[in-house]
Structure formats: C-alpha cells, structure tokens
C-alpha cells in the first residue's frame, strides 16, 4: 500500500510540473495596485447597473468569443458585480484566456459604458494585442501600452460596428471640438463616429485615472505628454500619456480588419516607417525600433530639449504650433 501511495504522490507531483502555470500581470490589472473600493451598496456607486455590466460584457463576448476560438483559446469571462475592487485583470491558462470584470470599477461615476467597453478592451488587448509585450513570465501578454493603443485601435471599433453597443452610456461626442475634427479628417459615416466615441471613452476613463493618482491638471486632447522615453515603458503610462494612446488608437487610419501582429510594430498599425503621421503610439511609453525614420527637424529640437524645458520646447515647437493653427494633434 505504501509503494502504491508513493507511486500515486509521484504521479499527482509530475501532473502538477507539467501542468501550465498561469500569468498573472506583474502590474495587477487595468490599474495600478490599489486599495479602492466601491460596494453594491456604496453612495459613491454613480456608475454603471449590473444591467449596464452585463450587457457589455454580453456584446463583447459576442465579438471577440469566436475570435479567441480561432486561435484555439476559450474566453472566460468572471462577472464579479458583487466585488467592490476598482480594477480589471486577465490571465491565460494553457488555451484559457480569462477575464476577472469587477463590479466596483464598474460602479465608478467616471464609467460609462462605452467606458466599460474600453476597459474590457484593454485587457483583451493584453492576450491579442502583439508587440510590444511585456518579458519573462508575462511573455504572453501585450505591455500596458500597446493594450491601451489596441482597445481603441481595433477592439473598441468591432465593438461599436456591432448593433448592439448602440444603446450604451456614453460622453456627449461633441464635447470635445478637437476629437471630432480629427476624427473627421480621417473617417467617414459610422467610423468617423465610432473614432470620436473611442477617443471620448478615452477621456472619460482619464478622469478615472486622474483621481487615482491625485493629479491636479486633468488630462486633455490638447495637452500631449511631451515625455520620451529612452526604454520601453512595459508598466502604467502617466495619466496624459493613457489618454494620448487611446486618442491616437482611435485615430489611426489603418483598419480594424487588419491584425496586429507578435513580432512586427507595423502590422495593422500607424507607424513613421509606414509614412503615417496620424495615429502614432506615443513616445511618452513607446520606443520605436532603430529603423524607425528620424524625426523631423521640427520635432527634433523639441524631443532634444532637457525635461526641466520640455513645457517651452512644446510651446516653441513649430510643428506643435501648426498644428494647434490647424486645430488638431498629429501625435509623435
């Protein structure tokens, strides 16, 4: 009995080597580490109704469930209305591909539900988003960055194609001149509509983020983060660069149709090796490859200047002048 019951512990003990581990997001979720909570019953609960929530997570399922089955995953969805956490995760076991959906960021008063969307979009840009990912154990996943510039890019764009996101909550799309005059240069119809509703979501879940981390200037279209980064950013952009990502997602011309890739920047992306001026991930996280072309003389004094200067480089810089002539934001 003895040697039967070793052999039963050996067998269980490689079973369990064997099985596949599962990722977990060294940075915890859509959001930072925190210690929010907002209950079912909280008066602070000004978002969205369990309704609202499912219906969401209802539609994008819809969309992206047979997308994940032709990459031979099983999306799981964990509708967790009840929990009081202020964030959003996702992980990957063997062909699994999980979604932990709380109901306190839900019930945050910044969250609308084209809001919601976005963020169910973000961590579905984690498991399909391509490169640039994160290293090591998290190999799997798209970095913060890229799965913010993915929610609006591609996902939020399936999403408000499909007839059912037409009743969802959402800013009033004419709250901000500058996203629809861009939006309007680059699109027309249903996909000039669905490029503002991506880059208002955007804003809206900023102010999100502005209270999270106390800052005082709320972020704006007009505003970019003049920030460039010498490394890769694979963590949580600031505040103004999360909502620079997702305007430039939103208006980037290539189509939602056209694939990501995981081991090519350029693949149904916006990038300076491809010509584009529109729709660029931002330099404020982003590290373009050493082929990417230079920067214009313009942008290169800006980019130049000390961080201390980096506020008049922007003021002085006769490309950012330009375009504040013409009234909208070509990114970096």
Same mark, same amino acid.
């Given at each position: 009995m003895r040697r039967v019951a070793l052999m039963i512990c050996s067998a269980a003990l490689f079973a369990l080597l064997l099985a596949p581990q599962t990722p977990v997001l060294s940075d915890g979720?859509?959001?930072?580490?925190?210690?929010?909570?907002?209950?079912?019953?909280?008066?602070d609960a000004k978002g969205l109704t369990q309704a609202?929530?499912?219906?969401?997570?209802?539609g994008i $399922? =819809?969309?992206?469930?047979?997308?994940?089955? $032709? @990459? %031979? %995953?099983?999306?799981?969805i964990n509708r967790k209305w009840d929990d009081p956490t202020v964030n959003a995760s996702t992980s990957r076991i063997g062909n699994r591909y999980i979604f932990n959906m709380y109901g306190g960021l839900a019930r945050h008063a910044a969250i609308t539900?084209?809001?919601?969307?976005?963020?169910?979009?973000?961590?579905?840009?984690?498991?399909?988003? %391509?490169?640039?990912?994160?290293?090591?154990?998290? !190999?799997? $996943?798209?970095?913060?960055?890229?799965?913010?510039?993915? /929610?609006?890019?591609?996902?939020?764009?399936?999403?408000?194609?499909?007839?059912?996101?037409?009743?969802? &909550? @959402? #800013?009033?799309?004419? =709250?901000?001149?500058?996203?629809?005059?861009?939006? /309007?240069?680059?699109?027309? %119809? !249903?996909?000039r509509e669905a490029c503002v509703r991506g880059a208002m979501a955007g804003l809206s879940v900023g102010t999100l983020f502005q209270a999270l981390h106390g800052d005082s200037v709320a972020p704006r279209f007009d505003t970019p983060d003049p920030k460039v980064v010498a490394s890769m950013m694979d963590s949580h952009p600031p505040t103004q660069c999360r909502?620079? &990502?997702?305007?430039?997602?939103?208006?980037?011309?290539?189509? /939602?149709?056209?694939?990501?890739?995981? !081991?090519?920047?350029?693949?149904?992306?916006?990038?300076?090796s491809q010509n584009f001026k529109l729709g660029l991930r931002p330099r404020c996280w982003y590290?373009? #490859?050493?082929?990417?072309?230079?920067?214009?003389? /313009?942008?290169? $004094?800006?980019?130049?200047a000390p961080a201390s200067d980096s506020a008049e480089a922007l003021a002085k810089s006769g490309a950012f002048q330009s375009l504040s002539q013409a009234g909208l934001w070509q990114g970096l």
């Amino acid at each position: 009995m003895r040697r039967v019951a070793l052999m039963i512990c050996s067998a269980a003990l490689f079973a369990l080597l064997l099985a596949p581990q599962t990722p977990v997001l060294s940075d915890g979720g859509f959001l930072p580490e925190n210690d929010w909570k907002i209950p079912v019953d909280s008066k602070d609960a000004k978002g969205l109704t369990q309704a609202q929530f499912n219906q969401v997570l209802d539609g994008i $399922a =819809a969309v992206y469930r047979p997308i994940i089955q $032709a @990459r %031979g %995953g099983v999306m799981e969805i964990n509708r967790k209305w009840d929990d009081p956490t202020v964030n959003a995760s996702t992980s990957r076991i063997g062909n699994r591909y999980i979604f932990n959906m709380y109901g306190g960021l839900a019930r945050h008063a910044a969250i609308t539900q084209d809001g919601f969307a976005l963020v169910m979009c973000h961590e579905l840009g984690h498991q399909l988003g %391509g490169v640039p990912k994160y290293g090591g154990y998290n !190999s799997w $996943a798209s970095n913060e960055g890229q799965s913010d510039y993915f /929610a609006n890019l591609k996902c939020l764009r399936k999403v408000f194609a499909s007839g059912m996101s037409l009743s969802f &909550t @959402r #800013p009033a799309l004419d =709250a901000d001149p500058l996203a629809a005059k861009v939006c /309007a240069s680059q699109f027309s %119809g !249903s996909e000039r509509e669905a490029c503002v509703r991506g880059a208002m979501a955007g804003l809206s879940v900023g102010t999100l983020f502005q209270a999270l981390h106390g800052d005082s200037v709320a972020p704006r279209f007009d505003t970019p983060d003049p920030k460039v980064v010498a490394s890769m950013m694979d963590s949580h952009p600031p505040t103004q660069c999360r909502v620079d &990502t997702y305007f430039q997602g939103s208006i980037c011309a290539k189509p /939602a149709s056209q694939d990501v890739s995981d !081991s090519s920047v350029d693949a149904g992306t916006c990038t300076r090796s491809q010509n584009f001026k529109l729709g660029l991930r931002p330099r404020c996280w982003y590290k373009p #490859p050493a082929s990417e072309p230079a920067y214009p003389a /313009a942008d290169a $004094a800006r980019f130049g200047a000390p961080a201390s200067d980096s506020a008049e480089a922007l003021a002085k810089s006769g490309a950012f002048q330009s375009l504040s002539q013409a009234g909208l934001w070509q990114g970096l």
